[in-house]
């Protein structure tokens, strides 16, 4: 199932590949690393995180909503910084509302004052 799942499915689907990279290396280390996402339970590490900031989807699938905020509620309360919540987005931020997602990140790594003592904001998605 492994070779399969590689072999076909990965193969087929990327299809860019930076220049002076070797595709079968490459695509290889995206597999990997889509298992090794695949195996991490956030959940069980939560309590470790540090200096969480979060961005979610406000029209995802409600099931990982529920997920995302479940994550959020287990972040210790000091370590947590903001929850962005994005409206009109469905799921993926940085093609859905790439400015807003941007500017977000943007003042996160600006150290915004305002984002910085765990608040929740509701985001307009353009």
């Given at each position: 199932?492994?070779?399969?799942?590689?072999?076909?499915?990965?193969?087929?689907?990327?299809?860019?590949?930076?220049?002076?990279?070797?595709?079968?290396?490459?695509?290889?280390?995206?597999?990997?690393?889509?298992?090794?996402?695949?195996?991490?339970?956030?959940k069980a590490e939560v309590a470790k995180l540090k200096n969480v900031h979060l961005v979610i989807a406000d029209e995802d699938d409600s099931r990982l909503k529920v997920d995302q905020l479940k994550v959020w509620s287990l972040v210790p309360t000091r370590e947590r910084r903001s929850l962005a919540t994005v409206t009109g987005v469905v799921h993926a931020l940085p093609d859905e509302a790439p400015h807003t997602t941007a500017e977000w990140i943007e003042n996160v790594a600006r150290d915004a004052r305002d984002l910085q003592n765990g608040e929740e904001y509701l985001v307009e998605g353009r």
């Amino acid at each position: 199932f492994y070779n399969y799942f590689y072999e076909n499915f990965l193969n087929l689907r990327v299809a860019k590949i930076p220049a002076g990279v070797d595709a079968k290396l490459y695509k290889k280390s995206i597999f990997q690393l889509v298992r090794a996402v695949r195996n991490f339970d956030l959940k069980a590490e939560v309590a470790k995180l540090k200096n969480v900031h979060l961005v979610i989807a406000d029209e995802d699938d409600s099931r990982l909503k529920v997920d995302q905020l479940k994550v959020w509620s287990l972040v210790p309360t000091r370590e947590r910084r903001s929850l962005a919540t994005v409206t009109g987005v469905v799921h993926a931020l940085p093609d859905e509302a790439p400015h807003t997602t941007a500017e977000w990140i943007e003042n996160v790594a600006r150290d915004a004052r305002d984002l910085q003592n765990g608040e929740e904001y509701l985001v307009e998605g353009r």
